[in-house]
């Protein structure tokens, strides 16, 4: 049987910080959710069985820590700034996987529209998608470099 599942980039520390949640959804669970438990923080069953299977899938199909080519080219792994065309200002992000937290700087992921609209641009190409309101936004791809080439990433 063959996976339909993209690889995914994590860092080592977003890895950790997944495989160390996946532990604790893993410890035993209270059987019954009184008030008690709502206020512990409990996560009722089925949630977690749902987080349960994302971090299966985000762990099975992860590359971590492996750099992509520092070759200027948006692709995951890489820390994007573009320009917004219509407005002239940028941002900065880290093209990866949302919900793997890693630290401080933005992360869109690759299946987002603006995500999706740079992935594979190098560097000066413009890109165009659509937002929610039907607008068009075209952005430009000023820099992509490697996340651990970035001083301010996390440890």
Known sequence: M??????????PQAHHRLR???????APAPTRFDDEARESGAVPQQARGARIREILDLLSSAVVGEDPPDDSVAEPGMVLT????????TETFLLGVRGAE????????ADSPLGAAVHGARRGEQRAYRVPSGATMRVTLL???PYS???HRVQ
Do not use: C, K, Q
Request: hydrophobic share 40%.
């Open 82 to 89: 573009v320009r917004f065309d219509d407005t002239g200002e």
């Open 102 to 109: 890693h630290g401080t700087i933005e992360v869109y992921s």
């Open 149 to 151: 080439r970035m001083p």
């Open 143 to 145: 820099d992509a470099v």
């Open 20 to 26: 160390n949640e996946l532990m604790a959804l893993l």
């Open 2 to 11: 063959t996976s339909t599942t993209p690889r995914v980039w994590l860092t």
